[in-house]
């Protein structure tokens, strides 16, 4: 009995701290396996020069050496992040390397955003936001109060049409007072047409079918729909200062870190500030959400995700002729699966991602909840449309994705695509610069996500292209898309039509489906690639 035990935990020390790469990971030459110092140390630095930052009290830190010390603390923590993915990899695992790519380019930049360019570009130190959520009877009309942004400009900001109060509550949206992808008005309720248009057919069914089918009906209807979100009344509002206590200004320090989405602070992302829903997820929200919707989509894509490779891929990978040679000397994807599974792959890779997000994101809220009303605690949501809804690529990439790299993306990307617009085309900058935003948004997220799939195909740019195909393609789409609906808008209203008809909503999703499965499959290439597809698939 004891023999297979010591067998088994003698397997487990091998696969865990072996330093040989496992098979299909392709390393960058020379990196090394990842250290516990190399891990630890970047955002333990990180950390430390964040408790210098924030303003006085104490005074010393308004003192020349305290602010040269934070500077070369924040220089060495961005410097350690960029050298992880360049010296490092995981040598157990596929996805860690990838996503090892993904934590030094992301921590590094955000460094430089926090100590160099806000501060000293736009004389900004990010200060806090406080959320405060009082119960509401759920007869009351679902408020949104407008952000509180601390006064904060960002660059490249352009006035919008000043909206008022009555508009406000109709449409249920506000406006986005800083760059990014524009604001989309939300649905005119908490259900889509498409929920509407079920919910309606389902009463004419339970008026004609006896009570204990209706009966049952409902039982189902409750069990999908699971606990009522509790009905709140949001506010948020700017602390006029910065921490006055050292314990203050450690707790500011480490929620700053810990927030990619700038949650609780003046520069939350797009996404949180106008889609704040007056529904408060509770913990058995979450649960029911993990279970009933979340592990079903997981557990579907990944089977498809399984089968494939089984079926079209497992017999190449493990032959003695691939893993004695680079990724891009096989092109797996297109040699050996048929177009229809491509398509279905790349479906299936999407949703699987959108769950694994979901999931995450689920389960810190659940752990963290305790620590309620800390903005630790304080989850909005990944995703704020759901899926059915979207109806164009831009929306999808609004609102059907997460946004947890949307800082990073307008820094590095939306704010010079804007710049460079204005530039080339003469724009005041009180002008709208949407191509350049478009553009520069969707260019820096493909060389983030190339830059950290070359991680794991030997450091090779030109294997790590189908990412960046993917979002360069995405960005084109949405500039296109932008002008076809101007352009048909614009004719319609000239020809004394009514500006929008019942099938665009049809088309539209046939459009931006056809988008992103079509470039997708650039994505699902490199994926398969690169091994990771291998991993998922436990292979």
Not at 93 to 100: A, D, F
Not at 262 to 267: E, K, L, P, S
């Amino acid at each position: 009995m004891a023999s297979p035990l010591v067998g088994f935990i003698a397997q487990l020390h091998v696969l865990v701290f072996s330093p040989e790469p496992r098979p299909g990971l392709y390393p960058v030459p020379g990196s090394q396996p990842l250290t516990f110092g190399a891990a630890i140390l970047p955002p333990l630095i990180y950390y430390l020069a964040l408790l210098l930052l924030a303003p006085p009290p104490p005074p010393a830190i308004n003192f020349l050496y305290i602010k040269i010390i934070r500077n070369a603390l924040a220089l060495t923590a961005g410097a350690l992040f960029f050298r992880l993915p360049l010296a490092y990899h995981v040598p157990q695992s596929i996805g860690l390397t990838y996503q090892l790519g993904l934590i030094g380019l992301y921590g590094g930049c955000r460094v430089i955003d926090v100590f160099f360019i806000s501060p000293y570009c736009f004389k900004h130190i990010p200060r806090r936001v406080k959320y405060v959520h009082n119960p509401r009877v759920q007869e009351e009309v679902e408020k949104f109060g407008e952000w509180s942004d601390g006064g904060v400009k960002e660059p490249y900001f352009h006035q919008e049409k000043d909206v008022g109060k009555d508009e406000l509550m109709a449409c249920k949206a506000t406006v986005d007072a800083a760059p990014g992808p524009k604001p989309i008005q939300t649905n005119k309720g908490r259900r889509s047409s498409i929920s509407t248009g079920i919910s309606h057919v389902a009463r004419r069914m339970s008026n004609s079918v006896p009570n204990v089918a209706c009966d049952s009906y409902l039982a189902v209807q409750h069990v999908l729909h699971g606990p009522d979100p509790q009905p709140v009344l949001e506010t948020a509002t700017t602390e006029s200062g910065w921490p006055q206590t050292f314990r203050n200004r450690a707790s500011w320090a480490l929620e700053l870190e810990l927030s990619m989405r700038g949650v609780g602070f003046t520069w939350t992302t797009a996404d949180v500030r106008h889609t704040r829903k007056t529904w408060l997820p509770t913990v058995g929200n979450r649960i029911h959400s993990v279970l009933i919707h979340v592990f079903p989509v997981l557990l579907v894509s990944w089977f498809v995700i399984k089968t494939t490779y089984v079926r079209y891929l497992v017999m190449f990978t493990d032959s003695p002729g691939f893993v004695n040679n680079e990724p891009q000397l096989r092109e797996l994807f297109d040699e050996y699966i048929p177009l229809h599974m491509q398509f279905l792959l790349t479906g299936a890779l999407g949703a699987f991602l959108m769950a694994v997000f979901s999931l995450g994101h689920s389960l810190f809220a659940i752990v963290l909840s305790p620590l309620a009303p800390s903005p630790l605690a304080f989850f909005p949501p990944l995703y704020s449309t759901r899926i059915w809804d979207v109806t164009s690529v831009r929306k999808f990439w609004s609102y059907g994705w997460h946004r947890l790299f949307a800082r990073l993306f307008l820094v590095y990307g939306v704010w010079p695509g804007e710049w460079v617009e204005r530039k080339l085309t003469g724009k005041s900058s009180e002008e709208p610069a949407d191509v350049g935003k478009v553009l520069g948004g969707f260019l820096s997220s493909a060389f983030v996500h190339s830059f950290s799939v070359r991680g794991v195909m030997g450091g090779s740019w030109s294997s790590a292209a189908g990412e960046a195909k993917f979002f360069a393609l995405n960005g084109l789409a949405v500039v296109i898309e932008g002008a076809i609906t101007r352009t048909v808008k614009s004719s319609r209203k000239r020809r004394g039509f009514s500006e929008s008809i019942w099938y665009d909503q049809w088309v539209s999703r046939i459009w931006w489906l056809t988008v992103l499965l079509g470039s997708g499959r650039n994505f699902a290439r490199g994926w398969v690639k690169s091994g990771l597809v291998r991993e998922i698939a436990f292979m």
